[in-house]
């Protein structure tokens, strides 16, 4: 109920389960002004109530399937690009500073392709639990880091590989990847102009910052999840896709 001092008017709204099904105005003698006014409030409402709607069907929503098109095909299930993207958590043991504990690899279209905690050699002084999202309890069902190695790069073999500040994670993974083929979304200029900077603009962008700016996505909020930050890194290349597939592939504009 909405009320004034010198007249009242009524917006009588509908709700089902807590969730809002229609909002109007109830006949009452109220001038055009505030008549007017009111409709904004109704127009509002309804424009929330559809983009909540919106927000429910969204990819970008963890608990809905994500698919992403190919831009040549526009199919929901070509892969005749081969692009994956990769992340990776890291913890610290006696041998290494930041050593592999999962990795996790999706398809150009969102679907997990592998996604394991994995056992590193030696043992583990720092899980970085709060940050990785690593527990010793993880390490029980590891796979152990040779045959992690090998499944990891039979799925990266001839393929294009995406990841933010990749470098770090194939230093992790220790597969070299020819530069053609490593796609760094913190270094893509046509991605780095979506983010507002210029291309002498060398500073870094934090994956966390490009979820928020690009896709007004929140992650990253507590411990990270390798296969969310890998998804996530894929919904942002898949922004420049179109610019990549006819003007950059395979020659990379980097900075």
Same mark, same amino acid.
């Given at each position: 109920?909405?009320?004034?001092?010198?007249?009242?008017?009524?917006?009588?709204?509908?709700?089902?389960?807590?969730?809002?099904?229609?909002?109007?105005?109830?006949?009452?003698?109220?001038?055009?002004?505030?008549?007017?006014?009111?409709?904004?409030?109704?127009?509002?409402?309804?424009?929330?109530?559809?983009?909540?709607?919106?927000?429910?069907?969204?990819?970008?929503?963890?608990?809905?399937?994500?698919?992403?098109?190919?831009?040549?095909?526009?199919?929901?299930?070509?892969?005749?690009?081969?692009?994956?993207?990769?992340?990776?958590?890291?913890?610290?043991?006696?041998?290494?500073?930041?050593?592999?504990?999962?990795?996790?690899?999706?398809?150009?279209?969102?679907?997990?392709?592998?996604?394991?905690?994995?056992?590193?050699?030696?043992?583990?002084?720092?899980?970085?639990?709060?940050?990785?999202?690593?527990?010793?309890?993880?390490?029980?069902?590891?796979?152990?880091? +040779?045959?992690?190695?090998?499944?990891?790069?039979?799925?990266?073999? !001839?393929?294009?590989?995406?990841?933010?500040?990749?470098?770090?994670?194939?230093?992790?993974?220790?597969?070299?990847?020819?530069?053609?083929?490593?796609?760094?979304?913190?270094?893509?200029?046509?991605?780095?102009?979506?983010?507002?900077?210029?291309?002498?603009?060398?500073?870094?962008?934090?994956?966390?910052?490009?979820?928020?700016?690009?896709? !007004?996505?929140?992650?990253?909020?507590?411990?990270?999840?390798?296969?969310? +930050?890998?998804?996530?890194?894929?919904?942002?290349?898949?922004?420049?896709?179109?610019?990549?597939?006819?003007?950059?592939?395979?020659?990379?504009?980097?900075?």
């Amino acid at each position: 109920m909405v009320t004034s001092t010198q007249e009242s008017i009524t917006l009588d709204l509908v709700f089902e389960g807590g969730t809002l099904l229609n909002a109007r105005i109830k006949d009452s003698e109220v001038t055009v002004k505030m008549k007017r006014k009111l409709k904004h409030i109704v127009n509002d409402i309804q424009h929330l109530k559809k983009k909540k709607l919106a927000a429910e069907s969204s990819p970008i929503i963890e608990n809905k399937n994500y698919y992403m098109k190919c831009p040549l095909c526009r199919s929901n299930e070509c892969d005749s690009l081969q692009i994956v993207g990769v992340d990776c958590e890291m913890v610290q043991t006696e041998y290494q500073h930041n050593a592999l504990a999962r990795c996790s690899i999706v398809s150009l279209h969102g679907n997990t392709l592998y996604d394991c905690f994995i056992r590193p050699r030696g043992n583990i002084l720092n899980y970085r639990t709060p940050i990785s999202g690593v527990y010793p309890h993880h390490m029980e069902i590891a796979t152990c880091l +040779d045959v992690a190695k090998e499944e990891i790069r039979s799925i990266l073999r !001839d393929k294009f590989v995406v990841g933010h500040t990749i470098a770090h994670d194939l230093k992790c993974l220790e597969i070299e990847i020819p530069s053609n083929r490593a796609i760094d979304i913190n270094r893509y200029i046509p991605i780095r102009k979506l983010c507002g900077l210029q291309e002498y603009d060398k500073f870094p962008v934090g994956l966390k910052k490009m979820a928020k700016l690009l896709l !007004d996505k929140s992650i990253q909020d507590g411990q990270h999840c390798s296969r969310i +930050d890998a998804l996530t890194t894929m919904q942002i290349f898949h922004l420049s896709l179109p610019h990549w597939v006819h003007e950059d592939m395979p020659d990379l504009q980097h900075v």
